[in-house]
């Protein structure tokens, strides 16, 4: 199978373009344009990506002056960062109290499986519909990429692989780059960040172990042999497999804020 898919990225780029710039990575909307280089930029993708990782979740409140400290800058910056994840959905903020990581909840994660697999599906499907030789080639050099990435850091099993992470991005969205659509990427993109916490919290538990590189395989074949149907159940069974694992964690007694015990802490 994974001959099939290499021979399909050796296609020729006679084929008509999307129209959609490709553009991968942990990129949200509206990156890089205005405060781009600027020390509130800086900081701002420094906690964004802490947040995506989990990096943060002992945190439950972030306090301005702790954030300052954290991260070397000055608190004008920092509460330019911070409104911004507020306003991406990725932080919670509280009038006159300050600024807050989301709590995450199977309710919560029931309705964002949800929501994004009604998105994604149609993404996916506008996809396939207007799919191209360039397009072709673009999913088959995401899926090669993220193969030859280990998922963790050699030196530390337990943490996720920071370039495994931006190479999984860019698969999922090379998955839609053809749906015509920018707002449409651009909600799934947001669906895709609030979803990474979850994940990260399913990959931990026992019984976790999943055969990532599969998946996605299956998930690449059935959208280049042009099988809607069968590609848009891969990748829906690749998210409520997540979910249900993730689940599973909570059931266990799972709490994020909580480190490695069970009972969760929060900065004063």
Known sequence: M????????????QGQATGVQLTYGNAAPGDGKGAKGTLASS?????????????????????????????GAGA??????????????????HDQRGFFLMPVSVTELEELTRTRCWLEERALRESIAHRSAEWEEELVLALHRLARA??????????????WE??????????????????????????????????????????SRRDDLAEHQRIAERTLDGDSDGAVEA??????????????????????????????????
């Open 166 to 207: 931006t190479l999984h991005r860019a698969f999922h969205r090379a998955l839609i780059a053809a749906c015509r659509s920018h707002w449409l990427i651009s909600f799934c993109d947001q669906l895709a960040d609030q979803a990474s916490r979850y994940r990260l919290i399913a990959q931990g538990g026992p019984g």
């Open 76 to 93: 004008s910056p920092v509460r330019e960062a911070l409104n911004r994840l507020a306003a991406e959905g990725l932080l919670g903020r």
């Open 43 to 71: 900081v701002y993708h420094q906690l964004r990506e802490d947040l995506l990782r989990g990096a943060l979740e002992a945190e439950s409140k972030l306090r301005v002056e702790w954030v300052v400290s954290r991260y």
């Open 2 to 13: 994974y001959g099939k898919l290499l021979r399909r990225g050796a296609l020729s780029r």
């Open 150 to 163: 280990e998922r963790l850091l050699p030196n530390d099993p337990a943490t996720n692989n920071p370039e």
């Open 235 to 268: 990748l829906l069974d690749h998210y409520r497999l997540t979910a249900a694992l993730c689940t599973e964690r909570f059931n266990q007694g799972y709490d994020p804020r909580a480190g490695s015990g069970k009972t969760a802490r929060s900065r004063k």
